[in-house]
């Protein structure tokens, strides 16, 4: 499997898969044996999904060895500030079932996010954090972690598509060796990525999906992707896009397809801001 090399020198799987939208915890730990049989290693979670604990299980009656798993999840709103973080982190360790995490994330940029970032800057140096990151961090809120503390993130995990492809925070993220995180690779299906013309020509060469173009034009830009379904067969064909690579013509075609505007989730907007805030979470 394809891996990248983080800032701090850890390797981490480029094709992974996400458990957001499955709170059903019965489904949510079958979809993670299915995918992990399949071949994943990434599994991306978080506590606001609300299905850590399925994931844990899902884990521990795998027949894969947690050295081998690159284990992801988030800090929510809720508990941002530095002791918080260092409560809903144990808990988060607890649901999944381990002793530390491979890439522990602050959820949204809102909130005490600098006290977060500094408790998680202590448990990275504890070694209980293989690596530290954000979420829904733009340019601006990102610059002002890296220049307001010691540790860099070393991914950010954004709306990230063929209709959103963070074309400028990308040239900030190279600059300070930070990785992109696409979450919601397929744009929740919206604007018909699935049978967009673009795509699927591109995707009749190869004899390929729409959608394995896109994760693999996300591959070849060094975009870690987590594609979440509930379908064994639908992961395998997600997971299917290492036997063939798309031209440049290819990827000229794609970088045409982009809004440069999220589809999904303006996360500057302030009925959002409001909506986040207001969301509570059990974990």
């Known amino acids: 499997m394809a891996q990248i090399k983080l800032n701090n020198g850890l390797m981490m799987p480029l094709q ?22 399949t071949g994943y290693r990434l599994i991306d979670t978080a506590a606001a999904y609300g299905n850590e604990g399925a994931v844990g299980r899902a884990i521990q009656r795998s027949n894969v060895d947690r050295a081998d798993l690159f284990i992801s999840s988030k800090v929510w709103i809720q508990d ?3 002791d ?22 602050i959820h949204m940029p809102y909130g005490d996010y600098q006290g977060s970032w500094r408790a ?8 209980k954090i293989k690596a530290i990151g954000v979420c829904n961090f733009e340019a601006d809120r990102l610059l002002d972690l890296i220049l307001s503390n010691h540790v ?4 950010d995990q954004m709306e990230t598509h063929p209709f959103t492809q963070q074309k400028a925070l990308r040239s900030v993220l ?23 013309p673009v795509l699927k020509a591109i995707g009749d060469q190869y004899g390929k999906t729409p959608a ?11 975009i870690v992707a987590i594609p979440k379904s509930v379908h ?12 063939f690579t798309l031209s440049p013509a290819d990827m000229v075609q794609i970088a045409t397809l982009d809004t440069e505007q999220p589809v999904i989730l303006q996360i500057r907007a302030l009925p959002e801001v409001f909506r986040l805030h207001g969301m509570t979470i059990t974990q």
């Open 152 to 155: 860099v993130p070393a991914v």
């Open 174 to 196: 190279q600059q300070y060796g930070i990785k992109l995180m696409a979450w919601a690779p397929f744009a929740e299906g919206q604007r018909g990525l699935f049978t967009q």
């Open 212 to 222: 394995q173009v896109t994760l693999r034009w996300l591959l070849q830009n060094d």
């Open 120 to 127: 998680m800057e202590d448990l990275y140096a504890a070694g």
């Open 232 to 243: 064994a067969d639908r992961m395998a064909q997600n997971f299917a896009i290492n036997d």
């Open 16 to 37: 992974g898969y996400g458990v957001f939208q499955i709170p059903d915890q019965q489904q949510c730990e079958r979809a993670v044996l299915d995918a992990l049989a």
């Open 80 to 82: 941002a500030g530095y």
């Open 84 to 105: 918080q973080t260092l409560a809903s982190f144990n808990r988060t360790l607890a649901n999944l079932q381990t002793d530390y995490l491979d890439l522990y994330l």
